[in-house]
T-cell receptor, first 113, second 113 residues
Framework: DAGVTQSPTHLIKTRGQQVTLRCSPK?????VSWYQQALGQGPQFIFQ???????QRGNFPDRFSGHQFPNYSSELNVNALLLGDSALYLC????????????FGQGTRLTVV | AQKVTQAQTEISVVEKEDVTLDCVYE???????LFWYKQPPSGELVFLIR??????QNEISGRYSWNFQKSTSSFNFTITASQVVDSAVYFC??????????FGTGTRLTIIP
């Protein structure tokens, strides 16, 4: 049984560009949450998707958007990249009513130059 | 406001020593969960332990144990007989009704052979 998989593992983008990160949840999970982890910091909640809708959102600008597909996989999009967007982006999957049992992927390390 | 504080930024101990990682949390909720995660250099967050706010019983699981004290809002984590493979960044996290995890800034643990 595959766990949570994220792609790509590493990415380098130029300031002002747009990026899309992908997450496939663990089998049987229907909820995907995204976190941003800046260097030397703890992960910060970006948003959560369930039934293809954004259920809740953290304190991130509208440049950060997402999508969930019918197969529960999810994408995180960031527009107009800033140097400060450089971070490890983590995806966590869970069953909605059991969010305390979330599993994390290995993350996508985004570098903005 | 909900907040998790890990005052220890870095800890180094010699292999086989015991080590305790401190965590202090703030929340107004009466129902919440506390977690410890391990983050090795690969980046994935590995779940270690979870405790709900109604269960202050402290337990031991293998080389791991935890001390949950609501009176002091602390949730400390101890590794007994540390091993080099324990070297990682450890995060304490708080989960409550809005269904997102709030993480501390992490403690980098280095086990010296």
């Amino acid at each position: 049984d595959a766990g949570v998989t994220q792609s790509p593992t590493h990415l380098i983008k130029t300031r002002g560009q747009q990026v899309t990160l992908r997450c496939s949840p663990k089998s049987g999970h229907d909820t995907v949450s995204w976190y941003q982890q800046a260097l030397g910091q703890g992960p910060q909640f970006i948003f959560q998707y369930y039934e293809e809708e954004e259920r809740q959102r953290g304190n991130f600008p509208d440049r950060f958007s997402g999508h969930q597909f019918p197969n529960y996989s999810s994408e995180l999009n960031v527009n107009a990249l800033l140097l400060g967007d450089s971070a490890l982006y983590l995806c966590a999957s869970s069953i909605l009513r059991r969010v305390t049992e979330a599993f994390f992927g290995q993350g996508t390390r985004l570098t903005v130059v | 406001a909900q907040k998790v504080t890990q005052a220890q930024t870095e800890i180094s101990v010699v292999e086989k020593e015991d080590v305790t990682l401190d965590c202090v949390y703030e929340t107004r909720d009466t129902t919440y969960y506390l977690f410890w995660y391990k983050q090795p250099p690969s980046g994935e967050l590995v779940f270690l332990i979870r405790r709900n706010s109604f269960d202050e019983q402290n337990e031991i699981s293998g080389r791991y144990s935890w001390n949950f004290q609501k009176s002091t809002s602390s949730f400390n984590f101890t590794i007994t007989a540390s091993q080099v493979v324990d070297s990682a960044v450890y995060f304490c996290a708080l989960f409550f009704g809005n269904e997102k995890l709030t993480f501390g800034t992490g403690t980098r643990l280095t086990i010296i052979p």
